[in-house]
Every structure is written in structure tokens, then in C-alpha cells.
């Protein structure tokens, strides 16, 4: 009988270092690899020049450049565990191990590319990258991009009204009568 208390200090040991190793003993499943450094240099010099670029095609495929970055990174942080759902809504995402964001960095290149494209009067390309932001970046932490492309938006739909408007012959109307009014002056000869 003696065994049986022993047994149950085992199990109990086992379980309580079990309990404390918790999620490090989970085997986590990573099929992307994060950025390295190198791979890091390079979608930092592509946001580089997406924020000193003047060819809005050029400005465009980078910024396409950093949004394939940014999910590559995104399902590298992806962490499958085979915790209990509530267990998994109690584990907080892990931080990023960068220093910069290429989420961000994807977000702020598309706004640097609508607004050039806004200057070079390409609205479609405009709205292309303003939508971009919006559809892309819903979650809290961007909600400055997502403001600034609504603005951007707002100054998409000013601009195209503005050329519609400008398009639009302006009619004044002539009559004949301000044509008589004016030549019908009295003129005074005197001397």
C-alpha cells in the first residue's frame, strides 16, 4: 500500500513539471523561415527606394516586394501548437524579432506610392495602393496607414472630381442684349 502513495507523488511530480515546462514542450511546426540578415538588407534597401523613388512602376513592384515579405514573415510567426482553444486564446502572439516591421514597411511604401502616383495624376495606381492598405492592414497596430489611405482615398476622388470637372466645357452665356447695353452708352460731343 505504501507504493500507491508513491505512485501518486510520481504522477503528480510529472504533471507539475509538465504543467511548468508548458508551451516549451510544445513542438511547434515552421515551414517559413523568418528573414535572416540578409534577406532583412534586402527589403530594407527596397524600402529604401520605394520611399525615394520618382517612377511610380518601379515604386509599385517594391512595394509588392515588401508585401511578399511581410507574409512570408507573417506564416513564420504562425505557431501551430496543439493546446486547447481556450488555452490558445490565453497565448499572446510573440513579438517580432526584427527591428522593423515589414508589414509596416509594406504599408508605408504603398502610401509613398499613392501619393507619387496621386502627383504623376495616376489615379488608378493611386487608388490601387490606398486600397491596398485598407484591405491589408485592418488590425489595431496599423491604424495610422489605414488613416493616411483614407485620406489618400479622399484625395483620389477630390482629384478625379477636380479633372471631370475640368473636362466639362464652361458655358457663358452671351445675349444680345449686353451686347446693345454696352455699345448704347449715350456718347456726349461737346465742346
Known sequence: MKTLPNI??????????????????????NTAVPLDNAGFMTVWDAYRHCQAGTN????????QQLARAASAQE????RPTSLPDFMKRMVAQPASRLAADPKAMAAACALFTGHAALRAERMELATEMFRTV??????????YYVDQARVGMEAVARGVQ??????????????STAFTLRNSTPVSFED
Open 134 to 143: 485598407l484591405q491589408n492592414h485592418p488590425q489595431p497596430d496599423y491604424a
Open 162 to 175: 477636380a479633372a471631370a470637372h475640368a473636362a466639362v466645357p464652361t458655358l457663358i452665356p452671351i445675349s
Open 56 to 63: 511610380v512602376d518601379a515604386m509599385r513592384g517594391e512595394m
Open 8 to 29: 501518486k507523488n510520481a504522477v503528480l511530480t510529472l504533471g507539475f513539471v509538465m504543467l511548468l515546462s508548458g508551451c516549451q514542450s510544445v513542438q511547434t511546426i
Open 75 to 78: 506564416s513564420a510567426d504562425t
